[in-house]
């Protein structure tokens, strides 16, 4: 077996389930999340360790989600995590989620680079022992979208003050999180009559507590059932991203 790939067994316990009882979209990203921090720990390249050997840390910055199925609380899947290429400066990672029979729940792709403490300025993966070879074949290796900037107070849907719980070890607003806020432009009603497909995200800004971020929402012009959402601090984008939904 590759040493580049993480495999891990999950139980979908109550705490990845949404009022459907069944896997969560949000809490699809925080499976994901989970699993890259460990398989990066596998090989000696989590964040833990470059802070202490390099004073740097990780950065993602794009996650395209691909949906399959959704296993229901207390089932099992087992969550495969590798990284696919290394670019120099930016590498990309997959996660494939399947059920307890093999179906497939989800492919993932991820977008991600290291940045130094001192100076937030890109540090060269080479320089942070970050494999250079070896890569698996990817499972989703999609490029990902350009998304609409031109959101206007037309499509303001709510606002959201940033508090402690949204925060991470970064002291900056969970990745997570975002994407809490960017599916709460729909009602539960529609969410549980409706399944999504897919959904890309980037994370184009940071944010912090006591900051007031702007929640925007268009629908595609050209394909049914796409939404854009649009996250704003002040006059920035922090976050931007689109969601699938049959």
């Not at 989590?46 to 949906?67: C, E, H, L, M």
């Not at 403490?117 to 494999?131: A, I, T, W, Y």
């Not at 499972?139 to 107070?153: A, H, M, N, Q």
């Amino acid at each position: 077996m590759n040493n580049l790939v993480y495999e891990n067994k999950k139980e979908i316990s109550s705490a990845f389930i949404d009022s459907s009882v069944r896997l969560g979209t949000a809490q699809a990203t925080v499976l994901v999340q989970d699993n890259v921090t460990e398989c990066f720990g596998s090989f000696g390249c989590d964040g833990v360790t470059y802070k202490k050997k390099y004073n740097a840390f990780w950065v993602f910055s794009k996650a395209k989600f691909q949906f399959f199925s959704r296993p229901a609380w207390n089932e099992f899947v087992t969550v495969k995590t590798f990284p696919i290429n290394n670019s120099g400066i930016r590498t990309n990672i997959n996660t494939q989620i399947v059920d307890s029979k093999g179906a497939l729940v989800a492919n993932v792709k991820q977008e991600a680079c290291v940045l130094s403490f001192e100076n937030h300025r890109p540090v060269k993966l080479s320089n942070v022992g970050f494999p250079a070879e070896g890569f698996p074949a990817p499972v989703l290796d999609e490029p990902f979208e350009r998304f609409p900037s031109d959101f206007t107070e037309d499509d303001f849907v709510y606002e959201q003050v940033i508090r402690y719980c949204h925060i991470d070890m970064s002291h900056h607003m969970n990745n997570c999180e975002y994407v809490r806020l960017a599916l709460s432009v729909f009602s539960e009603e529609y969410l549980l009559a409706h399944e999504l497909t897919q959904m890309e995200v980037h994370y184009t800004g940071e944010s912090k507590e006591g900051q007031t971020l702007r929640i925007y929402r268009r629908e595609s012009a050209d394909t049914p059932g796409k939404t854009y959402v649009h996250i704003k601090e002040g006059e920035r984008c922090v976050f931007e991203c689109c969601f699938l939904i049959k």
